[in-house]
């Protein structure tokens, strides 16, 4: 199994292997994310705040109707993790990828 390099969570052969290397981690990963959150790189996401996102982003311009290809397991996936935050599936996918491309963005322009 491998050691932590900052920032990078290796690919797994099993959930077994992931949970493993987790736990391992699992002290460097407290001090990063404590540190993230002095520094303020980390936030928590409430429910309240996540709401006011998505009421904000319904007050803007309508959205571009689209149609994407999903892969069956990664819609249902995104299905899963969208019930156990209490969101609309669309809604979830749409955050992630909101948030991915902002992320790509900041990174770019840094």
Excluded: C
């Excluded at 407290?30 to 303020?40: M, N, P």
């Excluded at 935050?85 to 992630?96: A, D, E, F, R």
């Amino acid at each position: 199994m491998k050691k932590q390099s900052k920032g990078t969570v290796p690919a797994f052969a099993s959930e077994a292997e992931e949970a493993a290397w987790w736990f391992e981690n699992r002290k460097s990963h407290d001090r990063e994310f404590a540190a993230a959150v002095e520094t303020g790189q980390a936030q928590v996401l409430t429910g309240q705040k996540l709401q006011e996102r998505i009421e904000a982003s319904k007050a803007k311009t309508p959205a571009h109707v689209i149609s994407l290809r999903v892969p069956q397991a990664d819609l249902a996936m995104a299905r899963r993790q969208a019930e156990q935050k209490g969101l609309p599936y669309q809604t979830y996918i749409k955050s992630l990828l909101h948030e991915t491309l902002a992320e790509r963005e900041k990174r770019k322009a840094g």
